[in-house]
């Protein structure tokens, strides 16, 4: 008799959750089903997706596995990074502390962090807060600083060799050290370092006990994804995550979907938790303001499926238009592993996905499926099957390219030098330094962070590299002879590295 109160419980409690989600059923319904389906097609080994709809977590659900090795399953309480999703997160805490009276978006970055200094004087000088989170600053893609793992005062000084990509605000090129300022700035105007601040100033306040500051912090838990990689033969194998620890402000959230639903139910509701509001309604719809007009070669090629008319960045979210909505949106890449966040926000409606494959675009066809059939109650899209049919294409693309390289190539030449004397140690302003070393007959190069790359002959003095982190890829490496017919520089990645005089 005493089991019969705990059974009335328990049938009340299933049956209010079936209700307050009744509305909700077949799209529910469909949507498992092509989650399931797309996992199939893309071979991710696991996932998790939270969706949140009129201030209700209507759909959490974890599938797969969170390592290919265990067979453990992917849970919605399995910790997985964020990525670049973390941008909005730190523009959130930046917000507050407009609020509190501590910062202006309009203050000069100069004023507060004069270490930071800038190869555009004029750029330097006339930065704000906000042109930290909107990718305009002239600034290209130096992500190698992070990469190498130089430490924060390191990164801070090397910024001020990056050439501009283009003029101060004048276009856009996406990139993650704006953002890692963006975090000093936050330690220098309140006091306290980022990790704390974001820690206690919003997860703690939004109950986000499962989510923490970066990896390190992390491993607290013992429920974490495994990172995978699929190389070109299809075959999916575990790799190691590769920790930086300046990319916390950028990229460096772990979390899990349990928690991001929280995150997303925050961001729909008006920055507000249990009513309270966390930002004033001014700071909450600067977020969500076009900042940055988005180039077509920056956005993604998802364009090409959903017709937008036109992509801007709001400050830590790119924006789009679909059907006839303002679309939010972030993705989060690092090695072996992804994310997504998407809202609608006209529609309070939104949507996070985890996965643990590297640059799988399960995440994209998750997103899109859920605004149809949660928002526009249209299950006409494949967009699995689109969206790897877009992608697969321009695999195809970059496949095409590389054969035109290896037909290019000239056949039965040597090197100029012996091995040996391509050996030693070279420098570049930015990146730092770099060594060519000999084991055995043939040649390696040595970067920051145990980043290797093995080379090989190609042809005259250029080397085919191929990164010991297998899914970094590979290049040419070419070597440049002075006039005394020694080595005196080479070129890779597009960045050229000085030889050292012995």
Same mark, same amino acid.
């Given at each position: 008799?005493?089991?019969?109160?705990?059974?009335?419980?328990?049938?009340?409690?299933?049956?209010?959750?079936?209700?307050? /989600?009744?509305? &909700?059923?077949?799209?529910?319904?469909?949507?498992?089903?092509?989650?399931?389906?797309?996992?199939?097609?893309?071979?991710?080994?696991?996932?998790?997706?939270?969706?949140?709809?009129?201030?209700?977590?209507?759909?959490?659900?974890?599938?797969?596995?969170?390592? $290919?090795?265990?067979?453990?399953?992917?849970?919605?309480?399995?910790?997985?990074?964020?990525?670049?999703?973390?941008?909005? %997160?730190?523009?959130?805490?930046?917000?507050?502390?407009?609020?509190?009276?501590?910062?202006?978006?309009?203050?000069?970055?100069?004023?507060?962090?004069?270490?930071?200094?800038? &190869?555009?004087?004029?750029?330097?000088?006339?930065?704000?807060?906000?042109?930290?989170?909107?990718?305009?600053?002239?600034?290209?893609?130096?992500?190698?600083?992070?990469?190498?793992?130089?430490?924060?005062?390191?990164? $801070?000084?090397?910024?001020?060799?990056?050439?501009?990509?283009?003029?101060?605000?004048?276009?856009?090129?996406?990139?993650?050290?704006?953002?890692?300022?963006?975090?000093?700035?936050?330690? #220098?105007?309140?006091?306290?370092?980022?990790?704390?601040?974001?820690?206690?100033?919003?997860?703690?306040?939004?109950?986000?006990?499962?989510?923490?500051?970066?990896?390190?912090?992390?491993?607290?838990?013992?429920?974490?994804?495994?990172?995978?990689?699929?190389?070109?033969?299809?075959?999916?194998?575990?790799?190691?995550?590769?920790?930086?620890?300046?990319?916390?402000?950028?990229?460096?959230?772990?979390?899990?979907?349990?928690?991001?639903?929280?995150?997303?139910?925050?961001?729909?509701?008006?920055?507000?938790?249990?009513?309270?509001?966390?930002?004033?309604?001014?700071?909450?719809?600067?977020?969500?303001?076009?900042?940055?007009?988005?180039?077509?070669?920056?956005?993604?090629?998802?364009?090409?499926?959903?017709?937008?008319?036109?992509?801007?960045?709001?400050?830590?979210?790119?924006? +789009?238009?679909?059907?006839?909505?303002?679309?939010?949106?972030?993705?989060?890449?690092?090695?072996?592993?992804?994310?997504?966040?998407?809202?609608?926000?006209? +529609?309070?409606?939104?949507?996070?996905?985890?996965?643990?494959?590297?640059?799988?675009? $399960?995440?994209?066809?998750? %997103?899109?499926?859920? %605004?149809?059939?949660?928002?526009?109650?249209?299950?006409?899209?494949?967009?699995?099957? +689109?969206?790897?049919?877009?992608?697969?294409?321009?695999?195809?693309? /970059?496949?095409?390219?590389?054969?035109?390289?290896?037909?290019?190539?000239?056949?039965?030449?040597?090197?100029?030098? +012996?091995? #040996?004397?391509?050996?030693?140690?070279?420098?570049?302003?930015?990146?730092?330094?770099?060594?060519?070393?000999?084991?055995?007959?043939?040649?390696?190069?040595?970067?920051?962070?145990?980043?290797?790359?093995?080379?090989?002959?190609?042809?005259?003095?250029?080397?085919?590299?191929?990164?010991?982190?297998?899914?970094?890829?590979?290049?040419?490496?070419?070597?440049?002879?002075?006039?005394?017919?020694?080595?005196?520089?080479? /070129?890779?990645?597009?960045?050229?590295?000085?030889?050292?005089?012995?």
């Amino acid at each position: 008799m005493k089991k019969l109160p705990l059974l009335i419980c328990l049938t009340f409690f299933l049956f209010n959750a079936y209700t307050q /989600n009744a509305p &909700y059923q077949k799209a529910i319904k469909s949507f498992d089903a092509f989650a399931q389906n797309a996992m199939q097609l893309w071979k991710t080994p696991g996932f998790s997706v939270v969706i949140v709809k009129d201030n209700k977590i209507v759909f959490n659900k974890g599938y797969g596995v969170k390592d $290919i090795a265990t067979r453990a399953p992917f849970e919605t309480s399995t910790l997985s990074i964020c990525a670049s999703t973390t941008k909005a %997160m730190t523009a959130v805490c930046m917000g507050m502390l407009v609020d509190a009276g501590k910062v202006s978006w309009t203050d000069k970055v100069s004023d507060i962090y004069p270490e930071l200094k800038l &190869y555009d004087n004029y750029a330097a000088s006339e930065l704000t807060v906000k042109d930290l989170f909107t990718h305009n600053t002239g600034l290209g893609n130096a992500d190698l600083l992070w990469v190498f793992d130089y430490n924060m005062d390191t990164v $801070i000084h090397q910024m001020r060799y990056i050439k501009p990509a283009y003029s101060f605000r004048s276009s856009f090129v996406y990139q993650n050290l704006m953002y890692i300022v963006a975090g000093e700035v936050i330690h #220098k105007v309140s006091g306290i370092p980022w990790e704390r601040f974001i820690k206690d100033s919003l997860f703690a306040r939004l109950g986000m006990n499962n989510t923490f500051p970066n990896y390190r912090q992390s491993l607290v838990s013992n429920n974490h994804i495994t990172t995978h990689y699929m190389y070109e033969d299809s075959v999916v194998e575990t790799i190691p995550f590769i920790d930086s620890k300046t990319i916390d402000a950028a990229g460096g959230v772990w979390s899990c979907t349990d928690d991001m639903g929280k995150w997303i139910n925050f961001m729909l509701d008006s920055a507000r938790v249990n009513g309270k509001r966390l930002l004033k309604q001014d700071t909450y719809s600067e977020l969500f303001k076009p900042q940055s007009i988005v180039t077509e070669d920056e956005f993604y090629p998802t364009k090409q499926l959903t017709h937008t008319h036109w992509t801007t960045y709001g400050l830590g979210w790119f924006q +789009e238009d679909y059907k006839g909505r303002m679309v939010q949106f972030h993705t989060g890449s690092l090695d072996g592993a992804v994310a997504i966040a998407g809202l609608i926000p006209d +529609e309070n409606f939104g949507v996070y996905v985890f996965a643990n494959m590297d640059h799988t675009e $399960i995440r994209h066809a998750l %997103m899109y499926k859920a %605004m149809d059939l949660f928002v526009f109650n249209d299950d006409n899209t494949n967009w699995s099957k +689109e969206l790897y049919q877009l992608y697969a294409a321009r695999f195809a693309a /970059n496949k095409k390219r590389e054969a035109q390289r290896d037909s290019a190539r000239v056949s039965n030449t040597k090197p100029s030098l +012996e091995l #040996k004397d391509y050996a030693g140690s070279y420098h570049n302003e930015l990146y730092g330094n770099a060594g060519i070393v000999l084991q055995g007959d043939s040649l390696v190069a040595k970067f920051p962070n145990n980043i290797n790359v093995d080379l090989s002959h190609w042809n005259y003095d250029t080397f085919l590299g191929r990164f010991e982190y297998k899914w970094y890829g590979k290049d040419l490496m070419r070597f440049s002879l002075n006039e005394e017919g020694k080595v005196s520089s080479f /070129n890779f990645l597009g960045i050229e590295y000085d030889k050292r005089d012995e």
